[in-house]
């Protein structure tokens, strides 16, 4: 899929590349990252996985995927996943960055234009996110750019040996 680069403040949107496996592995090797994230998402993160990553994504034809650049280099990640069947007007929201990084506004921002790019170029009219219980900041994140909270899932999720309720946010179109 062809993706326009998406600049914002002090980071851009950009496809990924070949070239971004090691960055990936050096700020996505962290398990403050993978524990807010699915098991899809792995600890440890080796270059193997980088690489088999970035394949994946370059050989997707429905999800709207961007690296997070800060200054050159590939510090993060951030998606629109296109559901299917009856919920094929909702696309999935999900990110991660590099703690070097948090608390910047960095995804704030990113949310923000992703959120309006998949508004302006796809038929989805609800765009939402699964966020662990324990992820304050992430649903911080989506407060601030106008999701609701839908519902809470109690004890949808086991992550690291514990039971975690899911909070799901949405925006709509």
């Given amino acids: 899929m062809k993706l326009e680069v998406l600049k914002g403040s002090?980071?851009?949107?950009?496809?990924?590349?070949?070239?971004?496996?090691?960055?990936?592995?050096?700020?996505?090797?962290?398990?403050?990252?993978?524990?807010?994230l699915r098991d899809g998402f792995p600890h440890p993160y080796t270059l193997s996985d980088a690489v088999s990553w970035i394949e994946m994504i370059q050989n997707n034809n429905k999800d709207v995927v961007y690296a997070i650049d800060v200054r050159g280099e590939a510090c993060g990640g951030i998606g629109l996943h296109a559901q299917q069947d009856v919920y094929r007007f909702n696309a999935e929201i999900g990110f991660w960055l590099s703690e070097i990084h948090w608390n910047n506004g960095i995804v704030t921002e990113a949310v923000g234009l992703l959120v309006?790019?998949?508004?302006?170029?796809?038929?989805?009219?609800?765009?939402?996110?699964?966020?662990?219980?324990?992820?304050?900041?992430?649903?911080?994140?989506?407060?601030?750019?106008?999701?609701?909270?839908?519902?809470?899932?109690?004890?949808?999720?086991?992550?690291?040996?514990?039971?975690?309720?899911?909070?799901?946010?949405s925006k709509l179109k």
């Fill in 10 to 36: 002090c980071f851009e949107l950009r496809p990924w590349l070949t070239e971004d496996a090691e960055s990936i592995v050096r700020h996505a090797n962290n398990q403050k990252i993978a524990r807010n």
């Fill in 116 to 169: 309006d790019y998949g508004f302006a170029n796809y038929q989805w009219v609800r765009i939402f996110a699964g966020v662990f219980s324990s992820n304050l900041a992430s649903m911080r994140v989506f407060e601030k750019n106008g999701f609701t909270q839908e519902a809470i899932h109690s004890k949808a999720l086991k992550k690291e040996g514990i039971f975690l309720d899911e909070y799901i946010f």
